[in-house]
């Protein structure tokens, strides 16, 4: 079983859809989740970082972690074009600085 | 906004050959990693780099491979003798002293191996 899973999609919606990307993960050392966007041949950018179990949202993202399930998500509201991208969940156990990514959901919001 | 930057934007280089690659971290931040992404392929973590000396490292970060700090601002990654398969992009990230540590990264550095 992989450390961190996340479907590579492509996802494709229509612009001001809600979109839901998921993460699961194996290790339950893993205490800090964070979501990353990567435009095409770009470096990954910082969305969110959360720690707690529940709900953290910023604008129109909003980050959801549960941890007795394993499981995280990013939701974004009224998406847009300028959000088709790909997206990155990564994960740090509580210890270290190493961060562990899922290997990205491609995301395209059409118009 | 401060940002990690990152030199060259593309690299490259000979089977064999010794390749540098350089950032430059943002200012008041105390660690330092490198990640590399084969195309297609999930971010994966090389090293970390705290107090002038590696504080995590990944089974890919073996004796072909070593940072430094040679000054105040600049991080390198130095390869020794590339191979085929070191083609990807690298990533330089940097982060503050603190709980959360969040990472921030440069552009990246592709490096191509022929």
């Known amino acids: 079983q992989k450390e961190v899973e996340q479907d590579p999609g492509p996802l494709s919606v229509p612009e001001g859809a809600i979109v839901s990307l998921n993460c699961t993960y194996s290790?339950?050392?893993?205490?800090?989740f964070m979501w990353y966007r990567q435009y095409s041949r770009k470096g990954p950018e910082l969305l969110m970082y959360?720690?707690?179990?529940g709900n953290k949202e910023d604008g129109r993202f909003t980050a959801q972690v549960d941890k007795s399930s394993k499981y995280i998500s990013l939701f974004i509201r009224d998406s847009q074009p300028s959000d088709s991208a790909t997206y990155l969940c990564a994960m740090r156990m509580g210890g270290g600085n190493k961060l562990t990514f899922g290997t990205g959901t491609q995301l395209k919001v059409e118009l | 906004e401060p940002e990690v930057t990152q030199t060259p934007s593309h690299q490259v280089t000979q089977m064999g050959q010794e390749v540098i690659l350089r950032c430059v971290p943002i200012?008041?931040?105390?660690?330092f990693y490198w990640y590399r992404q084969i195309l297609g392929q999930k971010v994966e973590f090389l090293v970390s780099?705290?107090?002038?000396?590696?504080?995590?490292k990944s089974e890919i970060f073996d004796d072909q491979f070593s940072v430094e700090r040679p000054d105040g601002s600049n991080f390198t990654l130095k390869i020794r003798s590339t191979k085929l398969e070191d083609s990807a992009m690298y990533f330089c990230?940097?982060?503050?002293?603190?709980?959360?540590?969040?990472?921030?990264f440069g552009p990246g550095t592709r490096l191509t191996v022929l």
């Open positions: 780099f705290y107090n002038n000396e590696i504080s995590e």
């Open positions: 200012s008041n931040h105390l660690y």
């Open positions: 990230a940097s982060s503050q002293a603190s709980a959360y540590n969040e990472q921030f």
């Open positions: 290790n339950s050392a893993f205490q800090y």
């Open positions: 959360t720690y707690s179990s």
